[in-house]
């Protein structure tokens, strides 16, 4: 059951709120191909692990600039 969480597919209403952005900057993020997404017909659909994997990536790349 663990693995059907993490591979949930989400909406972008629902990727908003998980990553706590505004649509207009999801949906420019999209467009850079800064994010993990895929088109479902005419709609954006985001999985949640990918989501996390990406998440983490970034926080790693933030922790390796940020001076000590």
Same mark, same amino acid.
């Given at each position: 059951?663990?693995?059907?969480? #993490? +591979?949930? $597919?989400?909406? *972008?209403?629902? *990727?908003? &709120? /998980?990553?706590?952005?505004?649509? #207009? *900057?999801? /949906? &420019? /993020?999209?467009?850079?191909?800064? $994010?993990?997404?895929?088109?479902?017909? %005419? +709609?954006?659909?985001?999985?949640?692990?990918?989501? +996390?994997?990406?998440?983490?990536? %970034?926080? #790693?790349? /933030?922790? &390796? %600039?940020?001076? *000590?």
């Amino acid at each position: 059951m663990a693995k059907a969480v #993490r +591979d949930e $597919v989400l909406t *972008t209403a629902e *990727t908003c &709120r /998980y990553l706590k952005v505004a649509p #207009r *900057t999801l /949906y &420019r /993020y999209i467009q850079e191909k800064r $994010v993990p997404a895929f088109k479902l017909g %005419k +709609d954006w659909r985001f999985v949640k692990s990918e989501l +996390d994997m990406w998440l983490r990536r %970034k926080s #790693r790349e /933030y922790s &390796r %600039k940020k001076p *000590t």
